[in-house]
T-cell receptor
């Protein structure tokens, strides 16, 4: 079965500093997509960044970037210049099958300290 | 379009009662998904529709659960004879096919508490 593992239940970072959240996954599929979602206490799942597995170039979205290591099945998220509004649960996810349903990790709770 | 809408936001029910949740996806999205999220966990896939056809169901979806998407628009998820273990957040998401999840949009969820 496809699995996504987030080994850091909680992380903290000082405002304006950089933090990296880890994610590893296991899939037998050759074509898949990887995501980081943010879920604040308001509970809406918000897409942070998306990576297409067939693309070697790491995705970036403003202060958010990923380090995608396909052979190692690793997909870490780097948040630069952390802001108080970045505090939330972060979930790593991978598509599975033709339905492109998502398989999620258990999440990392990020705290941003002023 | 205001995104994916879910109703109600909160539902408290007594054990044994039936409950029904509604999801209105983004209008041009023909794929619709239901997920369940328990406290401290990531969402888990329940079921998937393409238009009105329910194409995939998780083993998590016991006989007490049923989902429909008549006319390929809104969807309902019904839980019969609720149990305390059904307490969770039920999330709906919609997307376009073949986009690798591009445009995959979640609703705010329905939080179910079974007492």
């Amino acid at each position: 079965a496809q699995t996504v593992t987030q080994s850091q239940p909680e992380m903290s970072v000082q405002e304006a500093e950089t933090v990296t959240l880890s994610c590893t996954y296991d899939t037998s599929e050759s074509d898949y997509y990887l995501f980081w979602y943010k879920q604040p206490p308001s509970r809406q799942m918000i897409l942070v960044i998306r990576q297409e597995a067939y693309k070697q170039q790491n995705a970036t979205e403003n202060r958010f970037s990923v380090n995608f290591q396909k052979a190692a099945k690793s997909f870490s998220l780097k948040i630069s210049d952390s802001q108080l509004g970045d505090a939330a649960m972060y979930f790593c996810a991978c598509t599975q099958g033709g339905s492109e349903k998502l398989v999620f990790g258990k999440g990392t709770k990020l705290t941003v300290n002023p | 379009d205001t995104g994916v809408s879910q109703d109600p936001r909160h539902k408290i029910t007594k054990r044994g009662q039936n409950v029904t949740f509604r999801c209105d996806p983004i209008s041009e999205h023909n794929r619709l998904y239901w997920y369940r999220q328990t406290l401290g966990q990531g969402p888990e896939f329940l079921t998937y529709f393409q238009n009105e056809a329910q194409l995939e169901k998780s083993r998590l979806l016991s006989d007490r659960f049923s989902a429909e998407r008549p006319k390929g628009s809104f969807s309902t998820l019904e839980i019969q004879r609720t149990e305390q273990g059904d307490s969770a957040m039920y999330l709906c998401a919609s997307s376009l096919p073949g986009t690798g999840g591009d445009g995959y949009t979640f609703g705010s969820g329905t939080r179910l508490t079974v007492v």
